[in-house]
């Protein structure tokens, strides 16, 4: 399998498992969870899973045992560039944490296929991002992708059911802005020659620590998340459904996600990266809001969701 390949295949396979976000984001409120504090179990967990795997690949090296090429150098080189990289990426787990605690607010009073699709729509600009800043070339595959995603989008926004209640459409705006500094700050390391000095498995430390910190300003500025922390530690689906995110979201990033990612980024092509994978979300998530949670969907809807297939097509054939 050649690079670009499988940077492709890995894109949309990390789109699909974003299911795993939208999910739990929309039963949190319905079993009067905090998914703050859901997201914080998930990243202090997965922080101790990073430094056991860390310290078990050492040990393995050591004994003359030959690992991934991904999973190289077992520990990040210590230098700037590698602390610029982890830098980013843990700016990025801030901003992620920001965007799942608007999204799940907006998902608590509005429908949640749309609320997710508006929300990915922040993969404009770091799409933007490497066009205007890595040097990368607009295709006519790119540019047809980009006009079908975000055709896809216009379609799913203007179809909304704005008879919900409350203030989901703000809420869902937050997260979007959220959305495109978490996207852009994952995506800008792959593009720097110090990313290679920082492993898949060390990225997706800086990550969770970044979702960690990202809780910890959440309950320096929220009296409700201290609440909630307090009385929620102990609820046994709080631990559940933080569980269900590390289980996804370890292996997809340390296998999927950024290398990946740097598989495209080295091509020239990481920009569709995030339009891959934010393609492939919404149809994913879709298919669940229509087929579990049977929300109903209208004809331009449902127009919406092939646009979004045909936005993957282009780009893998």
């Given at each position: 399998?050649?690079?670009?390949?499988?940077?492709?295949?890995?894109?949309?396979?990390?789109?699909?498992?974003?299911?795993?976000?939208?999910?739990?984001?929309?039963?949190?409120?319905?079993?009067?969870?905090?998914?703050?504090l859901m997201v914080a179990g998930s990243a202090a967990m997965a922080i101790v899973i990073c430094l056991?795997?860390?310290?078990?690949?050492?040990?393995?090296?050591?004994?003359?045992?030959?690992?991934?090429?991904?999973?190289?150098?077992?520990?990040?080189?210590?230098?700037?560039?590698?602390?610029?990289?982890?830098?980013?990426?843990?700016?990025?787990?801030?901003?992620?944490?920001?965007?799942?605690?608007?999204?799940?607010?907006?998902?608590?009073?509005?429908?949640?296929?749309?609320?997710?699709?508006?929300?990915?729509?922040?993969?404009?600009?770091?799409?933007?991002?490497?066009?205007?800043?890595?040097?990368?070339?607009m295709s006519w595959a790119f540019a047809a992708a980009i006009t079908l995603v975000i055709a896809s989008?216009?379609?799913?926004?203007?179809?909304?059911?704005?008879?919900?209640?409350?203030?989901?459409?703000?809420?869902?705006?937050?997260?979007?802005?959220?959305?495109?500094?978490?996207?852009?700050?994952?995506?800008?390391?792959?593009?720097?020659?110090?990313?290679?000095?920082?492993?898949?498995?060390?990225?997706?430390?800086?990550?969770?620590?970044?979702?960690?910190?990202?809780?910890?300003?959440?309950?320096?500025?929220?009296?409700?998340?201290?609440?909630?922390?307090?009385?929620?530690?102990?609820?046994?689906?709080?631990?559940?459904?933080?569980?269900?995110?590390?289980?996804?979201?370890?292996?997809?990033?340390?296998?999927?996600?950024?290398?990946?990612?740097?598989?495209?980024?080295?091509?020239?092509?990481?920009?569709?990266?995030?339009?891959?994978?934010?393609?492939?979300?919404?149809?994913?998530?879709?298919?669940?809001?229509?087929?579990?949670?049977?929300?109903?969907?209208?004809?331009?809807?449902?127009?919406?969701?092939?646009?979004?297939?045909?936005?993957?097509?282009?780009?893998?054939?």
């Amino acid at each position: 399998m050649s690079s670009v390949t499988f940077g492709v295949v890995a894109m949309i396979l990390v789109g699909v498992s974003w299911i795993v976000w939208g999910y739990v984001a929309g039963v949190a409120p319905r079993r009067n969870l905090n998914m703050g504090l859901m997201v914080a179990g998930s990243a202090a967990m997965a922080i101790v899973i990073c430094l056991a795997a860390g310290a078990l690949l050492y040990g393995l090296n050591s004994r003359g045992v030959v690992l991934h090429k991904e999973l190289y150098p077992i520990f990040p080189v210590l230098n700037k560039g590698s602390l610029i990289v982890m830098g980013f990426v843990v700016l990025g787990g801030i901003f992620n944490f920001a965007q799942l605690q608007f999204m799940s607010k907006a998902m608590k009073y509005g429908p949640n296929g749309i609320i997710w699709s508006i929300v990915q729509a922040g993969f404009i600009v770091p799409f933007a991002l490497g066009i205007i800043c890595f040097g990368e070339k607009m295709s006519w595959a790119f540019a047809a992708a980009i006009t079908l995603v975000i055709a896809s989008l216009v379609l799913f926004a203007v179809t909304a059911d704005n008879s919900s209640k409350g203030h989901w459409l703000m809420f869902a705006l937050f997260s979007f802005f959220s959305t495109c500094m978490c996207q852009s700050m994952q995506y800008i390391p792959s593009n720097l020659a110090a990313a290679d000095g920082v492993s898949s498995l060390w990225r997706t430390f800086s990550y969770f620590v970044g979702l960690f910190l990202g809780f910890v300003i959440a309950c320096c500025f929220s009296r409700k998340m201290r609440q909630d922390t307090v009385a929620l530690v102990k609820n046994k689906y709080t631990w559940l459904y933080a569980l269900l995110i590390d289980v996804v979201e370890i292996f997809t990033c340390t296998c999927l996600f950024y290398p990946g990612m740097d598989a495209l980024a080295n091509s020239k092509i990481g920009a569709i990266s995030t339009q891959l994978m934010t393609a492939s979300g919404i149809v994913a998530f879709e298919l669940y809001a229509v087929l579990l949670l049977k929300e109903k969907r209208n004809k331009w809807q449902i127009t919406a969701l092939l646009l979004c297939l045909a936005s993957i097509a282009v780009i893998c054939f």
